[in-house]
């Protein structure tokens, strides 16, 4: 049982899981008959701070700022960790970060800059060593010749990304984004006063793109399409005949250009193939190629990530991170280095790795298929599994209440499971729950006994 002090906590989680899905909505997720959860929700909404303020303060927000949602993924991966800090056993399959160590290797070449005294100020856009690295991998791993000119290396892929968005759209400009995508693809295109414009997908279709679907939604206002392969959340992985069909609907449009966000590319399991779109005919002036260290590498908190396009846009990032964060850490460069040494797509250390990924993935795919009403589409890469249990909406749970969506049911698994997951509805598909395998087998077993009996009593009251 928790304590008094983690109940209050895992009402916070409720409080932040109902604010992120409805920010305008006063209707509680969850606790439907008892009203006790909600009571707790709304003294824990209560702005105390903001009242104490005198009310000759301004304290309105910028509505760019304003139109902004937070980050479901962080704010779950947050509240689980505090429920771990508070006594309660979770769970944790929310955070998208590798459970191994930076290689050895890698580690030691950041401890050594340190010794070395390599602790100041590098150039903005990135050490001369390490984009002359960046682009010996681009050349031997994707097939693609940019000069050192043409690397923009930032503060991790999520950094590089926004500057992308922010360098090439207009006000009024349309991003063009497949769902289910990552949580900051939108809020990076609304920061850039551009328009989201969502393309969904099926899960029969694996979560990919058609290229029908794409033509009908272009204008003339199209100004980006934002690709992910392998994909975050749903792991699946962009055939190279499926992307040069999306390239030949592009090379229609004069304005259009990509984000190709290949930070998964090393994590991929056979047959499945990584493709750079930026190889593809007529798409090298109109791609920037987004990636980083902190996946394969297992380098999250080392913050790395990098940019390669035309070089004009690359200046245009560059000019942009020099008024933002100026260059990355001179420590976290020396590492990238090293990782980018350990050989063609990380070497036998990532291969390792991945190889334990792929065991955890068909593990969960095999043992979730079981459940009935459960859908999954089979990752190709990445560490996620993007499962549809709406069969299960519409179902009441004694002491909870009614269970109507993704937010409502990861709710449930963490209160009353302790098993901490995303709702689909923070990367555009509401039917779905993203499951982060980037743990231990051990883990994962426990993590699936939990859930079957999580939805156990739920096939009483709806039909799956």
């Given at each position: 049982?928790a304590s008094?002090?983690s109940?209050?906590?895992?009402?916070?989680a409720s409080?932040a899981?109902?604010?992120?899905?409805h920010?305008d909505?006063?209707?509680?997720i969850?606790?439907?008959k008892?009203g006790?959860m909600?009571?707790?929700i709304c003294a824990m909404?209560k702005?105390?701070?903001?009242?104490?303020?005198?009310?000759?303060?301004d304290?309105s927000?910028?509505p760019r700022v304003?139109s902004?949602?937070?980050s479901?993924?962080?704010a779950?991966?947050?509240?689980?960790a505090?429920?771990?800090q508070?006594g309660?056993p979770?769970?944790r399959?929310?955070?998208g970060?590798?459970?191994?160590?930076?290689?050895?290797i890698?580690?030691?070449?950041?401890v050594?800059a340190?010794?070395?005294?390599?602790?100041?100020?590098?150039?903005?856009?990135g050490?001369?060593?390490l984009r002359?690295?960046?682009?010996?991998?681009?050349k031997?791993?994707?097939?693609l010749?940019y000069?050192?000119?043409?690397?923009?290396v930032?503060?991790?892929a999520?950094?590089?990304i926004?500057?992308?968005?922010?360098?090439v759209c207009?006000?009024?400009d349309?991003?063009?984004?497949p769902a289910?995508?990552?949580?900051s693809?939108?809020?990076?295109a609304?920061?850039?006063?551009?328009?989201?414009?969502?393309?969904?997908?099926?899960i029969?279709?694996?979560?990919l793109?058609?290229?029908?679907?794409l033509?009908s939604?272009?204008?003339?206002?199209?100004?980006l399409?934002i690709?992910?392969s392998?994909?975050?959340?749903?792991?699946?992985?962009y055939p190279k005949s499926?992307l040069?069909?999306?390239a030949?609907i592009?090379a229609?449009h004069?304005r259009?250009?990509?984000?190709?966000?290949e930070?998964y590319?090393?994590?991929?399991?056979a047959?499945?193939?990584h493709t750079?779109?930026?190889?593809?005919p007529d798409m090298y002036?109109?791609t920037?190629t987004i990636n980083?260290f902190s996946k394969?590498?297992a380098m999250?908190?080392?913050?790395?990530?990098?940019?390669a396009?035309?070089?004009?846009i690359?200046?245009?990032c560059?000019?942009?991170?020099?008024?933002?964060s100026?260059g990355a850490s001179?420590?976290?460069?020396?590492a990238?280095?090293?990782?980018?040494g350990?050989?063609?797509a990380?070497g036998?250390?990532?291969a390792?790795?991945?190889?334990?990924y792929?065991?955890r993935?068909?593990?969960?795919?095999?043992?979730?298929s079981?459940?009935?009403g459960?859908k999954i589409?089979?990752?190709?890469g990445?560490?996620?599994?993007?499962?549809?249990?709406s069969?299960?909406?519409?179902?009441?749970?004694e002491?909870?209440?009614?269970?109507n969506d993704s937010?409502?049911?990861?709710l449930?698994f963490?209160?009353k499971?302790?098993?901490?997951?995303v709702p689909?509805d923070?990367?555009?598909d509401d039917?779905c729950?993203?499951?982060?395998y980037a743990?231990?087998?051990?883990?994962?077993?426990?993590?699936?006994e939990?859930?079957k009996?999580?939805l156990?009593?739920?096939?009483a009251?709806?039909?799956v």
């Amino acid at each position: 049982m928790a304590s008094q002090s983690s109940a209050a906590v895992i009402s916070a989680a409720s409080a932040a899981v109902r604010s992120e899905s409805h920010p305008d909505s006063k209707k509680p997720i969850g606790y439907g008959k008892s009203g006790n959860m909600s009571s707790r929700i709304c003294a824990m909404a209560k702005p105390n701070d903001a009242e104490a303020l005198p009310s000759s303060v301004d304290m309105s927000l910028s509505p760019r700022v304003q139109s902004l949602k937070p980050s479901k993924t962080m704010a779950i991966t947050d509240l689980a960790a505090t429920l771990v800090q508070s006594g309660v056993p979770i769970i944790r399959l929310a955070a998208g970060e590798p459970d191994f160590d930076t290689p050895k290797i890698v580690a030691e070449a950041g401890v050594n800059a340190i010794r070395e005294g390599f602790t100041r100020y590098s150039l903005n856009a990135g050490t001369t060593e390490l984009r002359e690295a960046i682009c010996r991998k681009l050349k031997e791993e994707n097939g693609l010749s940019y000069a050192p000119n043409q690397i923009l290396v930032s503060n991790g892929a999520k950094q590089s990304i926004l500057q992308a968005v922010l360098a090439v759209c207009s006000p009024g400009d349309e991003v063009i984004i497949p769902a289910p995508y990552w949580v900051s693809y939108t809020e990076q295109a609304r920061l850039a006063d551009a328009t989201p414009v969502i393309i969904p997908t099926k899960i029969s279709d694996n979560f990919l793109l058609n290229p029908k679907d794409l033509e009908s939604k272009l204008t003339e206002k199209s100004r980006l399409l934002i690709l992910c392969s392998p994909s975050n959340p749903t792991g699946s992985v962009y055939p190279k005949s499926l992307l040069e069909e999306i390239a030949r609907i592009i090379a229609k449009h004069p304005r259009l250009m990509v984000i190709s966000d290949e930070i998964y590319e090393h994590i991929i399991y056979a047959p499945a193939t990584h493709t750079s779109f930026a190889s593809l005919p007529d798409m090298y002036e109109r791609t920037m190629t987004i990636n980083g260290f902190s996946k394969a590498f297992a380098m999250t908190g080392w913050r790395l990530g990098y940019l390669a396009g035309p070089k004009h846009i690359v200046a245009a990032c560059s000019k942009l991170q020099g008024q933002v964060s100026s260059g990355a850490s001179s420590i976290s460069q020396k590492a990238g280095v090293a990782a980018l040494g350990l050989g063609k797509a990380g070497g036998e250390t990532v291969a390792e790795m991945v190889k334990a990924y792929r065991e955890r993935r068909d593990f969960l795919v095999k043992s979730l298929s079981e459940i009935e009403g459960v859908k999954i589409s089979e990752p190709q890469g990445a560490f996620y599994l993007f499962i549809d249990f709406s069969s299960y909406y519409g179902s009441e749970a004694e002491g909870f209440g009614l269970i109507n969506d993704s937010s409502s049911l990861a709710l449930y698994f963490l209160d009353k499971f302790q098993v901490a997951m995303v709702p689909g509805d923070a990367f555009g598909d509401d039917s779905c729950i993203r499951i982060s395998y980037a743990t231990s087998l051990d883990v994962l077993q426990a993590a699936v006994e939990k859930i079957k009996k999580a939805l156990e009593p739920l096939r009483a009251t709806v039909s799956v």
